[in-house]
């Protein structure tokens, strides 16, 4: 199985964007950083993919809408993450 496509929404200054990136990296994976502030159509790309959600972190591992770093944090505490950098 490959690993999904993982996007991170992030901005210059938040730090749990920082956080979000670092786990990731931790886990091997590569990810593709969609800065929000530089460009207002990817913020608007964001919003319609979160359901509007307007933080930072947004974080998607291939169609699924992970949310933000605390989200993710949880979800590879509880081992699901693993499962869902591996494809299942």
């Known amino acids: 199985m490959s690993v999904p496509d ?7 200054t938040c730090m749990y964007c920082q956080r979000a990136k670092l786990l ?3 886990k091997g ?3 593709r950083e969609v ?3 530089r460009d ?23 169609a ?10 949880e979800l590879n505490m509880n081992g699901e993450l693993d499962v869902l950098l591996a494809g299942g």
């Open 40 to 62: 207002t159509e990817q913020l608007a790309a964001m919003l319609e993919r979160s359901g509007g959600s307007k933080t930072v972190p947004q974080i998607f591992i291939g």
């Open 64 to 73: 699924r809408h992970v949310g933000g770093f605390d989200d993710l944090a």
């Open 6 to 12: 993982i996007v991170v929404y992030t901005s210059a």
């Open 29 to 31: 994976v590569a990810f």
């Open 35 to 37: 800065r929000i502030d």
């Open 24 to 26: 990731l990296e931790r």
